[in-house]
């Protein structure tokens, strides 16, 4: 009698030992992805750009039938190649353009900043505001645009370890996909399969997606400020085919750049620069987008510029470059983990076994 009690005694402790222990190893789990939160964008970034590679290489070994490791390296080889030639024939003109920027921003914001103050309703509007620090290039203007340039800037040392660490990862997917499927249970791993073929697939095509909008967009937009006879147009374009890689708020500051350069031109050229850049995205998103993006791999706009708000304050500006993916990830992992079963079983009561009899 005894030996029964302490046994009944024994098994709820135990279960809620267990338990505790479980919940513990979540919130260390939680505690150190919050840790290592950027090494972890990092490798999601690599992984969306080893899908992008590894896409266009299994395409070559399709055409081409050639192996895939030649696949993978030819486009490796173009890659280095396509940045060796743009910095050798460019490189100049980008360096020149660049100082052309560094000088003429701080002008444009010079002639803001004056025309801001020389009117009472904005200074009083401003004082309501209690922004009162409008004096010369280091106001409100340059406070707020600075700290995410640098931000924007500082991710070029990740950008290079994220490009490394997806030639590894598209080398060699499957061995990566059995090692993450190994550390799985066995009931697990079909759906977590089935996630990765999914997620595979739909971040491939949006990524080839969105290289055709960014290269649309950079030229577009080049091609315009050059029409306007914007001296900075070569680098301003290729700002803006890089930052449209970040939905709304890329677009919105390259066009806030653009238009600062241009005021010191005058004002004129700064309204044209607007109007061009509202132009172009207006035929980026209503023509261009929809081309190339499908419905699966397009997210409605409020989505996409809550989930690029959020990855920018909850991790830094540099973060808004993978929100777009990130949540394409999330959607996907929702739909396929707990979506489609809830639809299958919901089929399945809505049929029962005499119904289907009957109408067989």
Known sequence: MQEEQRQRLAEPI?????????????????????????????????????????????FLTRKLRVPYAFGLLAVVTIGLIVLGAVGWFFGATINTQLDELSEKIPDGLQWLTNQIEAHPYTRDLLSKLEINDLSGTTGWIAKTLTPIMRSFLGATGSLVVMAIVSIYLAAQPERYRSGVLRLLPLSARSKVSELLDATGNILSRWFAGQVAVMATVGVLSGLGLWAL???????????????????????????????????????????????????????????????????????????????????????????????????????????????EPMVRRESATSHPAGRLDETA
Not at 25 to 54: C, N, P, Y
Not at 258 to 286: D, K, R, T
């Open 14 to 58: 135990g279960q809620f030992a267990s338990r505790a222990a479980v919940l513990l190893a979540m919130i260390g789990a939680v505690l150190a992805a919050w840790t290592l939160r950027d090494v972890l964008f990092i490798l999601f970034g690599a992984l969306v750009l080893a899908i992008g590679m590894s896409s266009v290489a299994q």
């Open 229 to 339: 006879g914007i001296e900075a147009a070569f680098v301003l374009g290729l700002v803006g085919g890089l930052m449209s890689f970040v939905p709304y708020l890329g677009s919105v500051l390259t066009a806030i750049l653009a238009s600062l350069f241009a005021l010191a031109q005058g004002p004129y050229y700064a309204a044209a620069v607007i109007a061009m850049y509202i132009c172009v995205h207006f035929i980026e998103g209503n023509f261009i987008t929809p081309l190339i993006q499908s419905e699966a791999t397009s997210l409605p706009p409020a989505i996409t510029l809550l989930a690029v708000i959020s990855c920018a304050i909850l991790f830094g500006p540099s973060a808004a470059f993978l929100a777009a993916p990130l949540t394409l990830f999330v959607i996907t992992a929702l739909d396929v983990l707990y979506a």
